[in-house]
């Protein structure tokens, strides 16, 4: 199932309750090790990042009794006041949207991790924030595998070159890549996303793996997550399936 599927067959029940959670996060953690087993590989290889985006405070809470560590969120003034109101729990934050370099400092004072990393210049705000405050960050480079004006992320063919500037700032500790497919209903237009970014992925080990840290792939979504297990996600980021339907659409979060 794709992203267009779940956009035209609304399929997310709504968690409110602690037990609401546990019942979704077991049914996309099932799918995840069934899915991961049809491509041969060990379900632990791959992890599940909740993404709690315009989700209120109050359900997040029960979805960290319900046993959600780390969670994704796509705006940097949301994740900060999240972060701010629910600092008593143990949450661990990752920003997996993009990022305008004057909310740098606010990511480098909290979050464990930044998954939209695509320019220099995001790189060096970061780092002289980081470097500031006296510690490191874990970085995904955001790759635009679906050559469409309506995502963030560099084009394939500009991977190389940023990667080989990233030691620069030693603050920034690359963990891999992460992409967001082609929005489809067709998993054959949608698969070569995945595929191009393991691709690139695996050119780089072979140039230079230390420039590709673990070599993580964070790829996939509530509509796609399987078909990116399928073809290597490490990493995948999971809301609607988990918290339920959102009201606003994901093109909120992308350029206009």
């Known amino acids: 199932m794709t992203a267009s599927d779940s956009a035209k067959q609304p399929e997310y029940t709504t968690a409110v309750e602690v037990a609401d959670f546990r019942h979704n996060i077991a049914a996309v953690q099932a799918r995840i090790d069934a899915a991961a087993q049809r491509a041969g590989r060990d379900p632990s290889e791959v992890e599940l990042l909740p993404v709690s ?27 900060k006041r999240k972060h701010g109101n629910l600092a008593d729990l143990d949450v661990a934050w990752s920003v997996i949207g993009h990022l305008q370099t004057n909310k740098a400092k606010d990511v480098a004072a909290f979050a464990a991790e930044f998954q939209a990393l695509d ?28 050559d469409e004006d309506s ?78 297990i399928e073809e290597g996600s490490t990493c995948v980021r999971v809301g609607q399936a988990i918290f339920g339907a959102r009201a606003t659409p994901d093109s909120m979060y992308w350029p206009s």
């Open 151 to 228: 995502k963030y992320g560099l084009d394939p063919e500009e991977l190389p070159a940023l990667l080989k500037q990233l030691p620069n700032y030693s603050s920034l500790r690359v963990r891999g890549l992460m992409t967001l497919a082609l929005f489809s209903d067709d998993a054959e237009r949608v698969r070569p996303c995945f595929q191009k970014l393991r691709g690139l992925r695996d050119r780089m080990r072979e140039e230079n793996p230390d420039l590709i840290g673990d070599g993580g792939l964070s790829m996939g979504m509530s509509g796609d997550y399987e078909l990116a």
């Open 119 to 146: 320019s220099l210049r995001v790189a060096e705000a970061l780092d002289r924030r980081l470097q500031a405050a006296g510690r490191a960050l874990d970085v995904y480079v955001q790759v635009n595998t679906s």
């Open 53 to 79: 985006k315009t989700v209120p405070e109050e359900r997040i809470i029960n979805a960290v009794a319900a046993g959600c560590r780390r969670l994704g969120e796509n705006k940097v003034q949301e994740a």
